[in-house]
């Protein structure tokens, strides 16, 4: 059992070292591909994307992110997984492969240019959820969320992190879920999220989420 710990504590650190060596390439290769982006066109092209993710990116759904706020980097790699087929979605892979690459980011320039709508985590779980979130857990090997997601949850543009401060709690549990149980692998070769997810119960889940929900964008 010890030895099981530490061989997930170092293969948690592996693929964590991993993940930082690709900011520096990551910055270069987007910053590029975000000047492209036009928000105006983005908002025209954003109509059909409103029905789940609400007029300014705030979805009303739970199960359904918001967008607002969201990295640019991030929204495009999202896009380009369900246009590949990389990231399963039955919605979401039929209205991705309409898309160009340009409307990608001209949509990614949009939605990141809107307000995130606050929102508050259950007080039941601020405790555990952020303890998790700054500290994580190494008794089971998992790094703090807050290490690649920021300390506020803003994200990580440059290497194409997320933001999940204000995020639905309802979608970033099913995210984590789907990565535990390799639904979903769009965390590439490293592998880093599927590392982390395998490491958290149900009920760390349910709590991170939660926090992470309650922290102001």
Known sequence: ???????????????????????????SLLTTAHAAGSAEAGQARSIVCAGCHGIDGNSFNPEWPSLAGQNESYLIKALQSFKAGSRQNVLMNAQAAALSEQDMQDLAAWYSTQKLAGKTADPALVSSGERLFRGGNKATGVPACGACHGPAGQGNMAAGWPAIAGQHATYSSNQLLAYRS?????????QMMRTVAAGLSDEEIKAVASYAQGLQP
């Not at 099981?4 to 504590?9: E, G, H, Q, V």
């Not at 390799?182 to 490293?190: A, F, H, N, P």
């Open 1 to 27: 059992m010890d030895t099981a710990k530490t061989l997930r504590r170092r293969l948690s650190l592996r693929h964590f070292l991993a993940c930082l060596g690709t900011v520096a390439a990551s910055l």
């Open 182 to 190: 390799k639904q979903r692998s769009t965390d590439g070769d490293t």
